[in-house]
């Protein structure tokens, strides 16, 4: 007999879980924020979560232009003036 069929739902992570990765690689401040604001509304009482949230959307920018500016440093030059040949014919 052939060996059963993977179950495609239990293999394959859903729109959810992507999403929850995505958010948490590119935005971690920004949604842990968030989903703190969401659970703890019932204890918190922020009188303005929309400014909180600005706030830590701009940081979460500049952690990712940090990242960005490291990540170019990082990977070498392709078309360096130094290494191109100057030999004149």
């Known amino acids: 007999m052939h060996p059963p069929r993977p ?5 394959r992570p859903n ?3 992507r999403l ?8 971690p401040l920004t949604t842990l924020t968030l989903l703190t604001m ?3 509304s019932a204890v918190l009482d922020i009188s303005r979560p929309w400014q ?3 706030v830590t959307a701009t940081v979460d920018v500049g952690i990712n232009l940090v990242r960005w500016r490291r990540r170019a440093k990082r990977e070498p030059q392709v078309n360096q003036p130094s ?3 100057r030999a004149t014919a």
């Open 7 to 11: 179950n495609g739902a239990t293999e």
């Open 15 to 17: 729109t959810a879980d």
């Open 20 to 27: 929850a990765d995505w958010l948490l690689s590119h935005c």
């Open 38 to 40: 969401l659970v703890g």
């Open 52 to 54: 909180v949230l600005a």
């Open 83 to 85: 290494m191109q040949s």
